[in-house]
């Protein structure tokens, strides 16, 4: 998709470290662009590269940044809301997922039948499974939050792990 190829723009990142790791948080033009998690630095910048292979990937160098500080203090504290502008990149489906996994409180969580049906497409929810695997914003658009029907975990981009280890993070949060 075009759009994901980000030619001739520059999208900035910074790396940091939080309970599920390391994270890279991009910026562009437009707004914080992508929240991934994982082992190492040098493969979150990899993945960067993989998602915008025509940008110009720029280190911050500064974990002051606005949008870097934003990013780490809503992975902190999910109770707040996240003060800067996302940069959704994604299908017209995917990033209309997107912005309704945002309407989900933390500590609460919803099945991917009933995002479909908020959405009013009450047959897509596979889709909506693929939409929250193709997230790119970990935690800040929170696919974490979306479970099977039942109630049980179901895959995660990142990992069940880390989607447990986000879900009881919030959960405790909202147990305070």
Same mark, same amino acid.
């Given at each position: &998709?075009a @759009?994901?190829?980000a030619?001739g723009?520059?999208?900035?990142?910074?790396?940091?470290?939080?309970?599920l790791?390391?994270? /890279? *948080?991009? =910026?562009?033009? !437009?707004?914080?662009?992508?929240?991934?998690?994982?082992?190492?630095r040098? @493969?979150? +910048? #990899? @993945?960067l $590269?993989r998602?915008?292979?025509?940008?110009? /990937? $720029? =280190? $911050? !160098?500064?974990?002051?940044?606005?949008?870097?500080?934003?990013?780490?203090?809503? /992975?902190?504290?999910?109770?707040?809301? %996240?003060?800067?502008? %996302?940069?959704?990149?994604?299908?017209?489906?995917?990033?209309?997922?997107?912005?309704?996994?945002?309407?989900?409180?933390?500590?609460?969580? $919803?099945?991917?039948?009933?995002?479909?049906?908020? &959405?009013? *497409?009450?047959?897509?929810?596979?889709?909506?499974?693929? #939409?929250?695997?193709? !997230?790119?914003?970990?935690? +800040?658009v929170?696919? =974490?939050?979306? %479970?099977?029907?039942?109630?049980?975990?179901?895959g995660?981009?990142?990992? +069940?792990?880390?989607?447990?280890?986000? /879900?009881? =993070?919030?959960?405790?949060?909202?147990?305070?």
């Amino acid at each position: &998709m075009a @759009e994901r190829r980000a030619q001739g723009e520059t999208i900035t990142w910074q790396a940091g470290h939080c309970y599920l790791g390391e994270i /890279l *948080v991009a =910026h562009s033009s !437009n707004g914080v662009c992508a929240v991934l998690p994982g082992e190492s630095r040098d @493969e979150l +910048v #990899a @993945e960067l $590269a993989r998602r915008f292979p025509e940008a110009t /990937l $720029a =280190h $911050a !160098n500064d974990s002051r940044a606005d949008w870097f500080t934003a990013v780490m203090s809503y /992975l902190i504290d999910s109770r707040r809301p %996240l003060s800067i502008k %996302l940069d959704l990149r994604g299908t017209e489906f995917q990033c209309a997922v997107w912005r309704t996994l945002q309407d989900i409180p933390s500590g609460s969580s $919803a099945s991917y039948g009933e995002i479909a049906r908020r &959405m009013g *497409v009450p047959t897509a929810s596979r889709a909506v499974a693929g #939409a929250c695997a193709a !997230n790119p914003l970990a935690v +800040v658009v929170p696919c =974490h939050r979306v %479970l099977r029907g039942d109630g049980s975990l179901s895959g995660y981009r990142w990992g +069940v792990k880390r989607k447990q280890a986000v /879900l009881s =993070h919030e959960q405790g949060l909202s147990e305070r």
